[in-house]
Nanobody
Framework: QVQVVESGGGLVQAGGSLRLSCEAS????????MGWFRQAPGKEREFVAA????????EYADSVKGRFTISRANGKNVVYLQMNSLKPEDTAVYFC??????????????WGRGTQVTVSS
């Protein structure tokens, strides 16, 4: 089993940057793909980015391509989401998840509680 905890959220102005971190417990971290999802107020949770167990098979939502970068450090059991050129529409609670690679929520078994990202205009 894997437990994940997100951090790094906050308030930033449009055009700014944030880096989210997701720390995972458990020795089996390396066995899992990791994904980031987000949920804006009044909207359903949506896929943001995913990365395979070895750092390959990276995938992004069209809305964040070219602005967000996902990476992982298996030796530290951490996955990152570097977010640049942030827009007000990026405002959401961001969730980290561990599971099979892919962009579907059903592909992921273990979820964190989320970290709030607010982008002001």
């Amino acid at each position: 089993q894997v437990q994940v905890v997100e951090s790094g959220g906050g308030l930033v102005q449009a055009g700014g940057s944030l880096r989210l971190s997701c720390e995972a417990s458990g020795r089996t971290f390396i066995n899992y793909a990791m994904g980031w999802f987000r949920q804006a107020p009044g909207k359903e949770r949506e896929f943001v980015a995913a990365i395979g167990w070895n750092g390959g098979r990276i995938e992004y939502a069209d809305s964040v391509k070219g602005r967000f970068t996902i990476s992982r450090a298996n030796g530290k059991n951490v996955v990152y989401l570097q977010m640049n050129s942030l827009k007000p529409e990026d405002t959401a609670v961001y969730f980290c998840a561990a599971g099979k690679t892919g962009n579907r929520q059903d592909d992921y078994l273990y979820w964190g509680r989320g970290t709030q990202v607010t982008v002001s205009s």
